[in-house]
């Protein structure tokens, strides 16, 4: 959903270090990779363990009360990204079943999307797994592979299983394979490989530019297309019904 459906990633970002710049600190994208996808608090510790400076009352819990309060106050306001309404209408059109698999905790999620029902979110039609929805083991969160294989099996009624990769039965792995995910972070990319599904690869040009310097931000792990928009996104080259608007 972040980052790849709507424009959210960047609120994240302003509200973050608008708080880290009180005490001369910032979020650079380098920190942020490692963020993108993972649950709320595990991305918290994950964030703050760059800055063991900030003052002993600086907390999780602070920072977490400081967001959120910036955060909801934007959340309201984000819009789709480019290409986002035009493929889930079509994808719904034609009956291809649809779910969101996020990070986010359920609250978040409202915010984000209550505006955009009509436009957007309403297509899913309520099949929409969150991190706190009480599917997931704690910290089964991006990049292991439990909200793809919950939402295939719990939302979309799909036989896939919740074994290990490797430890599937055959007709689970055949079926895990008929999958396909679109995803913006890193960890989302390798969660979506680890539970044997396609991945359509959408980040953030920044998140290109860490791996221009040393190795491959991704890792081992790498996606089956990796596109600059959801607008690039051609169907029918994945077996699906291509766009028959003239959008």
Same mark, same amino acid.
């Given at each position: 959903?972040?980052?790849?459906?709507?424009?959210?990633?960047?609120?994240?970002?302003?509200?973050?270090?608008?708080?880290?710049?009180?005490?001369?600190?910032?979020?650079?994208?380098?920190?942020?990779?490692?963020?993108?996808?993972?649950?709320?608090?595990?991305?918290?510790?994950?964030?703050?363990?760059?800055?063991?400076?900030?003052?002993?009352?600086?907390?999780?819990?602070?920072?977490?009360?400081?967001?959120?309060?910036?955060?909801?106050?934007?959340?309201?306001?984000?819009?789709?990204?480019?290409?986002?309404?035009?493929?889930?209408?079509? #994808?719904?059109?034609? /009956?291809?079943?649809?779910?969101?698999?996020? !990070?986010?905790?359920?609250?978040?999620?409202? =915010? $984000? &999307?209550?505006?955009?029902?009509?436009?957007?979110?309403?297509?899913?039609?309520?099949?929409?797994?969150?991190?706190?929805?009480?599917?997931?083991?704690?910290?089964?969160?991006?990049?292991?592979?439990?909200?793809?294989?919950?939402?295939?099996?719990?939302?979309?009624?799909?036989?896939?299983?919740?074994?290990?990769?490797?430890?599937?039965?055959?007709?689970?792995?055949?079926?895990?394979?008929?999958?396909?995910?679109?995803?913006?972070?890193?960890?989302?990319?390798?969660?979506?490989?680890?539970?044997?599904?396609?991945?359509?690869?959408?980040?953030?040009?920044? #998140?290109?530019?860490? /791996?221009?310097?040393?190795?491959?931000?991704? !890792?081992?792990?790498?996606?089956?297309?990796? =596109? $600059? &928009?959801?607008?690039?996104?051609?169907?029918?080259?994945?077996?699906?019904?291509?766009?028959?608007?003239?959008?």
């Amino acid at each position: 959903m972040d980052g790849l459906l709507i424009d959210s990633e960047r609120v994240y970002t302003e509200v973050t270090n608008d708080i880290l710049a009180r005490y001369g600190k910032e979020m650079t994208w380098d920190i942020k990779a490692g963020l993108m996808g993972k649950p709320e608090r595990d991305a918290a510790a994950h964030l703050l363990s760059f800055f063991p400076d900030l003052p002993a009352d600086f907390t999780i819990d602070r920072y977490l009360d400081e967001r959120r309060t910036g955060q909801d106050a934007r959340w309201p306001h984000v819009q789709p990204l480019p290409g986002a309404v035009r493929l889930v209408r079509h #994808l719904r059109r034609h /009956g291809v079943p649809i779910a969101v698999a996020t !990070g986010s905790q359920r609250r978040n999620y409202e =915010l $984000k &999307s209550m505006h955009l029902m009509e436009a957007l979110f309403g297509h899913f039609e309520g099949r929409v797994v969150c991190a706190d929805d009480g599917l997931l083991a704690p910290g089964r969160g991006k990049p292991h592979p439990d909200i793809f294989l919950v939402t295939a099996e719990r939302s979309l009624g799909r036989r896939v299983g919740m074994a290990e990769a490797g430890l599937a039965s055959e007709e689970e792995t055949t079926e895990r394979a008929k999958g396909l995910v679109f995803e913006d972070a890193i960890p989302g990319v390798q969660a979506g490989k680890a539970a044997g599904m396609n991945v359509v690869w959408v980040p953030d040009p920044n #998140l290109l530019a860490l /791996g221009s310097d040393t190795t491959t931000p991704l !890792g081992p792990e790498q996606p089956d297309l990796t =596109l $600059k &928009s959801l607008e690039d996104f051609v169907p029918e080259e994945w077996g699906l019904p291509p766009y028959d608007d003239d959008a």
